[in-house]
């Protein structure tokens, strides 16, 4: 996965310290890595090009911050995810490694550049992510809105998948972002709800899972996807009531990875979860029937996003063929 953060037109985030919410906490443990989640290094040549791309088009990339397991494949393939809406998020989510603060105003000219990189590019599948931005009155639903209009008119043969904030407390902002017709609407409910407090503390775990609904009561033909995150203390039950709570919200493309902790200041893990429990986790997933499921310790929300677009409308018209 490959997160850009366009900040060409317009002023950037102010420097500030990365994590000041943060600094004051005692540092957590940290697990030593099993050798069967260690990746090959990044340094292959399409790598490297495409290393040279985003930093000659002055980029950011959240992959290089988040220290993302996948950056060497996903580069490789040059595969984009844009961020929007800035750099700079107004939670603290104890998983998360963005900076948090108080981000800059929107920049107005950011759908139509993202459109241009988007057709540049020629991909066929993007996915449009953002930070949290409790300060506007939509949660950024309009900014989601116009990107997409933008991508349409710009590549049109471009299908889009947005992974957006809960927008909580943003009375009519989900039905600006489904009005404007993504393929996929993602948004992930992330942990089990017993840890939202410790992990997720900004947000609310049954809003999430009502959004995720709410998105395929306003289009029953939009996919609907979230994600979650094994190995911060949830127990087995816990993850299997979640996977029945998206499946009632009518979730069809469900992703489980391992967390992985970026800085011992924050949230610890308390344990790494084996390829064969994701596989079986994959199993009973399937058997709960989602059209797709990724389960393994290196899935990503976006990980194989374009591979696992085709699958998933495979697996729909399939299911309609036997209906």
């Known amino acids: 996965m490959v997160t850009l953060i366009d900040t060409r037109g317009g002023a950037p985030d102010a420097p500030r310290p990365r994590h000041p919410e943060k600094a004051s906490k005692p540092d957590t443990p940290r697990l030593a890595k099993p050798d069967w989640l260690r990746v090959k290094a990044a340094g292959s040549r399409a790598y490297s090009e495409t290393l040279s791309i985003v930093k000659g088009n002055g980029l950011h990339t959240v992959c290089q911050e988040a220290s993302c397991p996948n950056i060497g494949e996903c580069w490789e393939k040059r595969h984009a995810t844009m961020m929007i809406m800035g750099a700079i998020c107004t939670r603290a989510c104890a998983f998360c490694n963005i900076a948090t603060g108080l981000p800059k105003p929107l920049d107005a000219d950011e759908p139509r550049r993202t459109a241009d990189a988007v057709s540049s590019l020629g991909l066929e599948h993007v996915v449009i992510t953002s930070v949290d931005r ?11 809105a116009e990107t997409i209009r933008a991508i349409r008119a710009a590549a049109p043969q471009t299908t889009i998948e947005i992974l957006t904030p809960d927008f909580l407390r943003k009375d009519g902002a ?41 998105a395929k009561e306003l289009d029953p033909q939009v996919f609907t996807k979230s994600g979650m995150m094994v190995g911060l203390g949830e127990s087995r039950d816990e993850i299997l009531q979640v996977l029945d709570d998206m499946r009632i919200a009518g979730v069809d493309f469900l992703t489980i990875g391992q967390y992985m902790q970026p800085t011992l200041k924050h949230a610890e893990i308390k344990r790494y979860v084996e390829p064969a429990e994701f596989e079986d986790l994959k199993t009973i997933a399937n058997a709960k029937g989602f059209l797709l499921v990724a389960s393994s310790p290196l899935t990503r929300s976006s990980y194989h996003a374009g591979a696992d677009f085709t699958r998933l409308s495979a697996a729909r018209r399939a299911l309609n063929a036997r209906a």
Do not use: K, M
């Open 174 to 214: 989900l039905e600006v972002v489904i009005a404007a017709r993504p393929d996929v609407f993602n948004h992930n409910l992330e942990t089990v709800p017993g840890l939202y407090p410790r992990i997720r503390p900004g947000a609310r775990y049954f809003h999430s899972l009502r959004l995720l609904q709410r």
């Open 134 to 144: 409790d300060d506007l009155t939509d949660g950024g639903a309009a900014h989601f």
